[in-house]
């Protein structure tokens, strides 16, 4: 069979003909149509990623045909090794279920005693107001409008503006600040 050909559709005064079609018209190379692979698409991707919900590990590998992605809460996961009580989730990876969370670390309460290697938090957390500036830090101070700094006050506000003849000084001028005003033309 020889490679298919384009070709264009025109009237007799050479204006190119648009023939409508539909989905259920345009074939695919397995002899369905477009149609029903986009409504086959659709299927396959619409709603949510599967999760199962189980009794026990038993019920869980019993499950069909499991897809990569479907998720499965396994109420008792008792029978997996890893889990001591309660319940577990999984991740089908495609060849396996995973476990990716347990109920019993859902209410997990854990006390600053029980956490080990925090011996570098605690000692940050005792120099966390040491700094070889402290001076300077503890000597400054804010109020309002002004900040003073080892007892030089500094104001806040815009330090310069240049404004047309006749304009209005900004609001936001530091008291100390300066205006130029454009002077008019003479």
Not at 12 to 24: C, F, Q, V
């Amino acid at each position: 069979m020889s490679d298919p050909i384009k070709v264009l559709l025109k009237d007799a005064s050479g204006n190119l003909i648009h023939p409508e079609t539909d989905a259920t018209q345009v074939k695919t190379a397995d002899g369905s149509n477009v149609e029903a692979k986009l409504a086959s698409l659709q299927t396959a991707i619409s709603g949510k990623v599967p999760c199962h919900i189980v009794n026990d590990i038993a019920a869980r590998d019993g499950l069909e045909s499991p897809k990569q992605g479907d998720l499965c809460w396994v109420k008792d996961a008792t029978a997996d090794e890893t889990v001591s009580t309660g319940a577990a989730q999984y991740i089908y990876d495609g060849s396996a279920w995973v476990k990716i969370a347990e109920a019993e670390s859902l209410d997990l309460v854990v006390n600053w005693a029980d956490i080990q290697g925090k011996e570098a938090v605690e000692t940050a957390m005792a120099k966390a107001h040491e700094h070889a500036n402290a001076d300077i830090l503890n000597g400054i101070s804010a109020s309002g409008d002004t900040m003073t700094v080892n007892g030089k006050t500094y104001y806040s506000g815009r330090m310069v503006a240049i404004i047309e003849n006749g304009a209005e000084i900004p609001a936001d001028m530091n008291p100390n600040g300066i205006v130029f005003e454009k002077a008019a033309a003479v």
